[in-house]
């Protein structure tokens, strides 16, 4: 059976980051990677990377890369992964629970007082 494609990966992933800024106040993107790996062709893998101190171009080189279809359900023939960090120091990263994947934002939890000096 064939699955038709139903997600971009790279509106996904402007569309999560977009939501992070606005709701979250996560800042600018700082870096990012992404790898993307086709299973029923393991010679198909796109490896993007925005680097620290990218320029307005090199922000949309690594878009226009991951400009990849796929179909987002259970049993996907696509496999995305990959972090993002914000200028704030949070995170994102993709998340996964029986089939289903997306960008999940993380942030460094705070010390707990029984951690704290004394």
């Known amino acids: 059976m064939a699955?038709?494609?139903?997600?971009n990966v790279a509106e996904e992933l402007k569309g999560?980051?977009?939501?992070?800024?606005?709701?979250?106040s996560v800042g600018a993107v700082?870096?990012?990677r992404v790898k993307v790996k086709a299973y029923d062709d393991y010679n198909t893998k796109?490896?993007?990377?925005?680097?620290?101190g990218y320029t307005p171009a090199e922000y949309e080189r690594f878009?226009?890369?991951?400009?990849?279809?796929?179909?987002?359900?259970?049993?996907?023939?696509h496999r995305?992964?990959?972090?993002?960090?914000?200028?704030c120091g949070a995170w994102a990263d993709r998340d996964e629970y029986d089939g289903a994947e997306w960008w999940a934002l993380r942030r460094r939890?705070?010390?707990?007082?029984?951690?704290q000096a004394t």
Not at 3 to 7: E, F, M, V
Not at 80 to 87: A, K, L, N, P, S
Not at 109 to 115: I, L, R, S
């Open 46 to 52: 796109v490896e993007a990377t925005l680097r620290r």
């Open 109 to 115: 939890p705070e010390t707990p007082p029984a951690c």
């Open 16 to 24: 999560f980051i977009a939501r992070a800024q606005t709701e979250k």
């Open 30 to 32: 700082l870096c990012a």
């Open 63 to 77: 878009l226009d890369s991951l400009d990849i279809e796929y179909y987002s359900g259970y049993g996907s023939f």
């Open 80 to 87: 995305i992964r990959g972090h993002v960090w914000f200028e």
């Open 3 to 7: 699955w038709a494609p139903n997600a």
